[in-house]
């Protein structure tokens, strides 16, 4: 080959690999040069409302920014949502929003800007917000969560007062003297109520003693709500909402009884915390706590009743340790903000439960278990202990009733007929009854 020929064609080849390694560098820019990024998702939006407050939760696939806002006058909250665009889903809140709302009037969705979604709650009174993120948990993505509580809240025990059923002057049964007294035509006139103010009045007769019954005031628990449906049976039955049908049964009963007088933690499908909870029950200043719940297990052969109470020393079965956790970790499923939660947790739950709690907790739960027994085949002879984040009221006898498992078809079946649920509420009224018949609640401060 020519000389000038060789030359020419490496200059060629060499051109020729230029071109090939251009553009595979441009094939590796294009390759490592990252995409826009996708706007995250809002999967679902849900709206929980209650006097207590109002709970907004906006689940997603990923985690949001989020920034809020109060505007007064008229009160407003305002919530911006960065990185998502508006969709149907986030859309459908506006129409979640129920005109009996306690808190919110009416919520506006929009655009604000780019990837920033603007919501503006309009409120019927002024609120104290607190919003915050959840991470993944169980069938649960991200969740940013909106709680509308009160500025203002009542006052629990006005509140408990103005909700029951009774008549007023059975508050303070005032029990008359035997017999009244005669007056002696011989002795001397007694003095009258227009006599000078300095006068002494007539002592009563020995016989006339005034007895006073003080109210027995009982927090009815039931289990999780809101965004912790509980365990779910074979059928689509939610524990929720079986056993809040029976704590209004119960609540009914108890409302039916002379001196008593019931609180409910929660009287619809609302997520309580764990420790409020327990405050509310003594805030209140409960004389018995009673948690009542539907039990699961994963062998769907499980059945039965039980009662619980609380344990220092460790659970009394390896199935107690078990389903003490699992109640335990309501908070994750149900949506606990950790800030508060944390002031909830050292004001509370921080084991300051006595010795005599626990005894008069097991005495009461004897009494109800026995009743129990005689309505469902127990799954325990005994009141079975653990730690239950819910029972440890330092003050408060508590409780926390299995009223059969939802995870065994026939149970689960027994648990949403109307006449098993009377009779569980019968049983544990009855319980309750010989309990404090036999162990009378010691005298407060003052008659409440």
């Known amino acids: 080959m020519p000389r000038s020929t060789e030359i020419r064609s490496k200059s060629v080849t060499s051109k020729t690999r230029r071109t090939i390694l251009k553009a595979g560098g441009t094939l590796l820019v294009s ?56 969709n149907s889903t986030l859309k459908d809140l506006v129409a979640k929003i129920q005109p009996n ?16 979604v603007r919501l503006v709650f309009d409120l019927k009174d002024e609120i104290k917000p607190q919003v915050f993120t959840l991470e993944p948990v169980g069938e649960y993505k991200y969740r940013f969560v909106i709680d509308l509580y009160p500025a203002n809240p009542p006052d629990p025990i006005a509140a408990l007062i103005q909700k029951g059923n009774w008549p007023k002057d059975q508050q303070t049964e005032i029990k008359p003297p035997l017999a009244e007294a005669k007056p002696d035509p011989k002795a001397a006139p007694q003095l009258q109520d227009e006599d000078p103010p ?141 800030k508060t939660h944390d002031k909830q947790l050292a004001s509370v739950l921080l ?33 079975e202990q653990a730690g239950f984040a819910v029972l440890k009221a330092p003050d408060i006898p508590s409780i926390l009733i299995e009223t059969a498992f939802i995870s065994n078809p026939e149970e689960e079946a027994k648990l949403t007929d109307n006449s098993y649920q009377d009779d569980m509420a019968d049983a544990i009224m009855t319980g309750i009854k010989k309990y404090f018949s036999k162990n009378p609640p010691l005298a407060k401060n003052k008659l409440t």
């Open 31 to 86: 390759v490592l040069t990252p995409l826009p990024a996708l706007a995250s998702q809002i999967l679902a939006v849900r709206v929980w409302p209650s006097d207590d407050y109002t709970r907004v939760t906006l689940e997603n696939d990923s985690n949001l920014k989020v920034t809020h806002f109060i505007v007064k006058n008229p009160e407003r909250l305002v919530v911006d949502i960065e990185g998502i665009d508006l």
């Open 101 to 116: 709302d306690p808190y919110i009037k009416q919520v506006r969705v929009g655009q604000n800007r780019p990837s920033v």
């Open 198 to 338: 300095f006068a002494a009045k007539a002592k009563p007769q020995d016989d006339t003693k005034l007895q006073l019954t003080r109210m027995i005031t009982i927090a009815l628990d039931p289990g999780h709500g809101g965004e912790d449906p509980g365990a779910i049976g074979s059928r689509g039955n939610r524990e929720k909402d079986v056993v809040l049908s029976i704590a209004k049964r119960l609540k009914r009963k108890i409302e039916e009884q002379p001196n008593m007088r019931v609180m409910l933690t929660r009287d619809a499908d609302f997520f309580v915390p764990l420790g409020m909870r327990v405050q509310k029950a003594r805030k209140v200043q409960a004389d018995l706590f009673i948690s009542i719940h539907a039990d699961a297990f994963v062998q769907p052969t499980a059945r039965g009743s039980s009662v619980f109470a609380l344990s220092e020393k460790g659970a009394s079965s390896t199935a107690a340790r078990w389903l003490a956790n699992k109640e335990n970790s309501a908070d994750m499923i149900g949506g606990v903000n950790i």
């Open 351 to 383: 084991d300051l439960s006595t010795t005599a709690q626990i005894n008069d907790s097991l005495r009461i739960g004897n009494a109800v278990l026995k009743e129990i027994g005689g309505i469902n085949k127990l799954h325990k002879g005994a009141v």
